[in-house]
């Protein structure tokens, strides 16, 4: 018995050797574990620390599109529609047209004008030589009654002519003269009416110029009849046009969104835009396309808030008054538009800006170790 009781004495005092090293081994763990734990906790808020300020986002951004007003140049009957609603129509293309007799009677009326113009200068020309041939007429026979004049007057004194004989070359010689300055008077009346030059070209003519500028609108008010896109887009509320409807020149009769001027608005708060930038990179999700992103980048930011611009605009200086966080428009460009994933204006999105922003670990404590002294 007492050999069987050493024996049993002696495996459990001879197994104890053999379990302290696994005890010391937990133990030498047990430390870096203990270090190692806050340091990755510290690590952890370091990197989000150190990156917290980077990325500006929001979810209160929109697709914003460029809107044409179609409307007609001049005033007229609707003859035909040619697109209809929600169609996509490309620069060029005719949307509708107005009735073109009253317009072509025009283009008839201010041509013949133009032809009446050109007759008249060329009239005017003709009369000009004319008036020149009578006024050499009119000088010769001015020279002729002068030398009749002067030989009358030397016979009378001499006493061969009689005093009836000397008045009588006296009034022709008067009438010679009037006649002359009356045609050079026509003369000058046909120069100014030629503006200043008998020579002038008939193209060049105020009145020939006038009438071909009438011509011109006129021509210009027919090309208005036909109303074409202005641009790549969609065309909406075309039902309120019909034919045979009168529209006035310049109102608006439906709308044209464009296809390619599209862009994302996104309303960051005023707490938010102390590192946004134009030019920085933004990606853009669109709630209509999940799992979808768009790159773009900041394209400017807005003056002011939507309220500075709002048709009236909040009076904080009088009343109780609240302090609301305001939003600024900040307008977004994307690099490329997908027509796979066409964009529509008004649709939701949420925007992320990487600003580039980074925190500077040391600076910051030293700041706040100087804000502390």
């Not at 007492?2 to 696994?22: F, H, V, Y």
């Not at 734990?37 to 150190?50: D, E, H, R, S």
């Not at 070359?169 to 006649?179: F, K, P, Q």
């Amino acid at each position: 018995m007492s050999t069987m009781d050493e024996s049993k004495q002696e495996q459990p005092g001879g197994r104890a050797p053999q379990a302290l090293p696994a005890k010391d081994s937990r133990g030498r763990l047990r430390l870096p574990l203990m270090l190692l734990g806050p340091a990755a906790v510290l690590a952890v808020a370091a990197y989000f620390y150190l990156s917290g300020g980077r990325f500006e986002a929001t979810d209160d951004a929109y697709v914003r599109s460029a809107q044409v007003a179609i409307s007609a140049d001049v005033a007229g009957r609707v003859d035909q529609v040619a697109v209809h609603d929600n169609q996509a129509v490309h620069r060029g293309d005719v949307l509708f047209r107005l009735d073109q007799a009253p317009f072509r009677i025009a283009v008839a009326e201010a041509s013949a004008q133009l032809a009446a113009a050109r007759l008249k200068v060329a009239m005017l020309k003709a009369n000009y030589r004319q008036g020149q041939s009578e006024l050499a007429a009119a000088q010769d026979t001015l020279k002729f009654q002068q030398t009749e004049y002067d030989r009358e007057r030397r016979l009378s004194a001499s006493g061969i002519a009689s005093r009836s004989q000397l008045d009588r070359a006296a009034h022709a010689l008067a009438e010679a003269r009037t006649h002359v300055a009356g045609v050079e008077q026509q003369l000058s009346a046909l120069v100014a009416n030629l503006a200043g030059n008998p020579d002038i070209a008939p193209a060049r003519h105020p009145e020939v110029q006038q009438a071909q500028a009438r011509l011109d609108q006129a021509e210009l008010n027919l090309s208005y009849t036909v109303v074409k896109a202005p641009s790549d887009g969609v065309v909406t509320r075309v039902e309120e046009l019909q034919a045979g409807s009168h529209i006035n020149a310049s109102t608006p009769v439906f709308a044209l969104v464009s296809s390619r001027d599209v862009w994302i608005e996104a309303n960051f708060k005023e707490d938010q835009l102390a590192h946004l930038r134009p030019g920085q990179k933004a990606t853009v999700e669109i709630d209509s396309y999940p799992g979808r992103t768009f790159v773009g980048k900041v394209a400017s930011v807005s003056p002011g808030t939507g309220s500075q611009f709002s048709v009236l605009p909040p009076e904080n200086a009088t009343g109780n008054w609240v302090k609301v966080v305001q939003r600024l428009p900040v307008r977004i460009e994307l690099d490329r538009l997908d027509p796979a994933h066409p964009l529509q204006g008004g649709l939701s999105a949420s925007v992320s800006v990487d600003t580039g922003y980074r925190r500077h670990l040391f600076g910051s404590a030293s700041n706040a170790a100087a804000g502390v002294r």
